[in-house]
């Protein structure tokens, strides 16, 4: 079976969005990294849901916490910080978490601020995005 393009036919809108995310701890996607980051062939996007811009310390605590409890491993190139995030509409189940970094996407897609922490790494726990090229991401709610 050959691995369709994720199509977004449209976007949340703000309300939407506010809405989408009541009781979502954070968001979890994992992408194919660029063929030349072999010790590396992920690329992780965590989408934490506060506004909050944390504390370096908890940031680190958090870090540490994802990659532990998805055995990732070797993580390079990490971003941390408050960013625009849309939610594109699809053909797919969840909505698909967007980060927003051209001026041109801030005033045309919906979005919220949330705390993003991006990295390259690797781990066997993702084996869809290492060896199927696939992007996929998954929510997390409070409990």
Do not use: C, R
Request: no cysteine; proline share 6%.
């Amino acid at each position: 079976m050959e691995a369709k393009a994720i199509q977004t036919l449209s976007y949340l809108g703000y309300d939407e969005i506010q809405n989408h995310l009541k009781g979502v701890s954070h968001i979890i996607m994992a992408a194919p990294a660029p063929k030349h980051f072999q010790e590396t062939p992920i690329h992780f996007t965590f989408f934490l849901n506060t506004q909050e811009n944390l504390p370096l310390e908890i940031q680190e605590a958090v870090f540490g916490k994802f990659l532990e409890e998805h055995s990732i491993t070797n993580p390079k190139e990490v971003m941390s910080q408050m960013m625009p995030v849309g939610f594109g509409k699809g053909t797919h189940e969840t909505h698909m978490p967007l980060l927003i970094v051209k001026q041109e996407d801030m005033q045309n897609i919906p979005h919220t601020p949330m705390f993003v922490m991006d990295f390259l790494a690797d781990s066997e726990n993702f084996s869809e995005a290492k060896t199927n090229s696939l992007t996929g991401w998954s929510y997390v709610y409070e409990s």
